[in-house]
């Protein structure tokens, strides 16, 4: 394209990757230079590393923020400012010089609002006026970029994405600042020590946990009973169940007999008696293979199988991309792939065998002429799913877990390019005694993909229904007949929904829409992930959970029990203490609604904001003036009385004394949010020796409550010991035991 004589572009990229995307489908040539690429038609490509600024903290407003007194809140910046990530600061000044250079900008941030405004935030940081344009690039493939890049348009066209992402940043951080202190410091009012955390995020994905724990405890057992008969019909063995009649049966509100002695009826009934099949329907069926992985999904799978948590399994997928190379952009929120994808099939093949040969027979089987349902543009959002490149490595320089991560990437690919696993579907109806019974049976044709998934015990995409049978059926006709062998009613026991694990929390993140009871509200979130394949009006995103649950997990409010994620007594105490629309998804579903109107140009991020100040501010208020009712459990010290706070260390969580200025250094062990009292053994000190032996001094607990003294660690053989003066020995005092 014609750009006239003299000018020149500078791209900016989210990630280094892009710019070496567009560097490549440029196809001039390229010198690598400190934070940019230089073109020799006098271009220059840069890039950014995600978000380069960040929303300034109360106290960069006013250094009176940095103690948290009721009376300051709310808290309200209007307008707002930014400031530089320290760590970005170098990069930030590698652009600030190349605006000066250019004529004219290219704006190369992800196709989404995020990727959107953290371009388009540095240049007003940076007071660039200079033109604007904009390339939407979602795939790294050098065509894809290339057609993209013959499609550059004004960037003033998507200056609503831009806005609708700065009014959430600031909304969330304005609830966030706000409600976190307001409710902290009441709590504090009632002696409670930590930090109640509020977000619009995170406080509802506690509420999911709190309620499904509720749920779980004040579950009522019942019970409800199938009657199954044992049927041998033209020398065919199987087994069908009884079909209640809703009208005169007695039935629970899930259609299942209620009563035994009704049920036992129905099988002396049909014991022993004639059977006539009234249908009989076989239907070929096609399952596909799986899609590949988006991050939420292989999150899910690697804690299901390997027990890692979401924030391992981001920093596996980040090693994997950025020191191994082996694998695309790993925080994808997408599970499809573009027609270009389907083109470099026999060369990601080729590279997964050569990296790991335990899938050299499953590759040799692969057909690069299958175009799996994976493959499908019009479903790519800001990026594609995650799969291999073309790049290769020795996997004995891959760590255990990153083995296991590239392993279950690779397999999701390779089964693209197997058949669909086909199988026969025959569905029996028969009557016995006048009553209906019914069976399904499935019968493999073709295992197909479902080959690599054989030895994945728990995997959802090959879970079938357990009363199933297996055995072949299609021989059945309607018309045969046969005998009732046996029949027997079957009790069975109501069991609540399961705790949640950290598998089955993640994908009912995706989909918390289904517990939002006001109907509207819940049509907004779903409609908000319309489009998405795996989101169904879900919280949060697949680049941000792990950190949410990781943070609610560091602050006690959820607790890891065996495999299972539980609320804690703190957690349900907050979740107790807050009003409805902070503790269920209704906030984002509201917010979407009004950054839709963002987005289209009716509302403007500043007007939005001020419309959530007045909601932030009766908040405030109203806690305030009502306080929060709260049943702190307090801890004391056994060796001074003051209380104990639950705090992180390196190898975890551990209670440590208040008292710790004041010399009383005990400290304990956690479990399940509450101190082991039994004090750690207490460590000879390194800065303090004997008078009398030289050996390290050992800080001992004294006769009376409080006290303390400094005995040698050489004892019984030196009985040397110190008066204790402020966590230190006094050795103007010492004395002979």
């Known amino acids: 394209m014609d750009r006239g004589v003299g000018m020149s572009r500078l791209y900016i990229a989210e990630k280094p990757e892009v710019a070496r995307a567009i560097a490549a489908a440029l196809g001039v040539g390229i010198e690598r230079r400190n934070g940019y690429f230089r073109c020799s038609n006098g271009d220059n ?13 109360p106290e960069d407003y006013d250094s009176k923020y940095g103690n948290w007194k009721f009376e300051d809140l709310p808290i309200a910046h209007i307008p707002w400012r930014k400031k530089p990530l320290s760590d970005k600061k170098e990069q930030i000044g590698v652009i600030r010089d190349l605006l000066a250079e250019c004529t004219e900008i290219v704006h190369a941030g992800d196709p989404d609002d995020e990727g959107q405004l953290l371009v388009d935030e540095l240049l007003e940081f940076l007071n660039c006026a200079k033109p604007v344009k904009r390339v939407l690039i979602n795939d790294n493939n050098e065509r894809s970029v290339k057609r993209a890049l013959s499609a550059i348009e004004d960037n003033a066209k998507f200056r609503g994405l831009s806005q609708s992402a700065e009014a959430r940043s600031v909304a969330d951080q304005l609830y966030g600042y706000n409600m976190t202190r307001a409710y902290t410091l009441k709590a504090a009012e009632q002696g ?14 506690l509420g999911l946990v709190v309620r499904r724990d509720r749920e779980n405890q004040s579950h009522v057992k019942t019970h409800y009973y199938h009657v199954y008969a044992d049927l041998d019909v033209d020398g065919v063995r199987f087994t069908a169940r009884y079909v209640p009649n809703k009208d005169q049966d007695p039935i629970d509100d899930k259609g299942r007999l209620s009563d035994p002695l009704f049920a036992r009826q129905i099988a002396e009934a049909a014991s022993g008696q004639p059977v006539k099949i009234l249908a009989a329907k076989t239907s070929a069926k096609r399952q596909s293979p799986p899609l590949p992985y988006n991050l939420l999904k292989l999150q899910a799978d690697c804690s299901r199988k390997f027990g890692l948590k979401p924030d391992q399994v981001k920093d596996i997928g980040q090693s ?24 470099d099939a026999a060369d990601v093949l080729d590279a997964v065998g050569k990296t790991a040969s335990v899938f050299k027979n499953a590759i040799a089987s692969a057909d690069t002429k299958i175009k799996s349902r994976a493959f499908n543009p019009d479903k790519v959002s800001a990026h594609h799913a995650i799969i291999p490149t073309v790049k290769t490595a020795n996997m004995d320089d891959l760590t255990e877990d990153e083995k296991r991560v590239y392993l279950l990437i690779a397999r999701a690919y390779i089964a693209q390019f197997w058949p669909d696993h086909e199988y026969n579907q025959t569905d029996i109806e028969a009557e016995i005694a006048g009553k209906k019974f019914v069976c399904r049976s499935n019968v493999t044709v073709k295992p197909g993909w479902m080959a690599l998934y054989k030895n994945d015990q728990g995997n959802a995409e090959t879970a079938t229904d357990p009363e199933d049978l297996s055995v072949d059926l299609q021989m059945l006709k309607p018309g045969n007949s046969g005998r009732c062998l046996t029949a027997e009613e079957t009790q069975f026991e109501t069991k609540p929904r399961p705790l949640y694990t950290m598998d089955t929390l993640l994908n009912d993140l995706t989909r918390v829409a289904k517990y939002v009871q006001n109907p509207k509200l819940r049509e907004l979130l779903i409609e908000k992930d319309k489009g998405k394949e795996g989101e169904h009006g879900g919280i949060g995103t697949p680049a941000t959970r792990d950190e949410i649950l990781r943070n609610l997990l560091d602050k006690g409010f959820l607790l890891e029990k065996g495999k299972n994620i539980v609320s804690s007594e703190i957690g349900q105490q907050l979740y107790d203490a807050l009003p409805d629309q902070a503790k269920f998804p209704d906030m984002t ?62 190898k975890g969580f551990f209670w440590g004394c208040t008292g710790y200025k004041d010399g009383c250094k005990v400290s304990f062990s956690d479990k399940a949010g509450r101190p082991v009292l039994a004090p750690k053994k207490a460590e000879p000190s390194s800065k303090f020796k004997c008078m009398a032996c030289t050996h390290p001094l050992v800080r001992r607990p004294g006769k009376q409550k409080g006290t303390h003294f400094w005995g040698c660690s050489n004892y019984p053989e030196c009985k040397q010991y110190y008066p204790d003066a402020g966590g230190k020995p006094d050795y103007s005092k010492h004395t002979k035991g």
Not at 195 to 204: A, I, M, N, Y
Not at 620 to 649: A, D, F, H, Q, T
Request: aromatic share 8%; glycine share 8%; proline share 4%.
């Open 45 to 57: 490509i840069t890039w950014c590393y995600g978000h380069m600024l960040a929303l300034c903290d």
């Open 589 to 650: 579903a509201l917010w979407h609604e009004q950054q839709q109107h963002i987005v289209q140009g009716g509302l403007d991020a500043q007007r939005f904001v001020n419309s959530l100040m007045e909601y932030i501010s009766g908040e405030v208020e109203r806690v305030g003036r009502e306080g929060i009712s709260l049943n702190v459990k307090k801890y004391p010290c056994p060796e001074c009385g003051k209380p104990l706070r639950r705090m992180r260390g390196s």
């Open 192 to 205: 409670y020590q930590g930090v109640l955390s509020v977000g619009r995020v995170q406080t509802p994905i």
């Open 320 to 343: 994997l991309k950025d020191k191994h190379r082996l694998i695309t952009y790993h925080r994808s929120d997408c599970q499809y792939l573009n027609d270009e994808h389907f083109d």
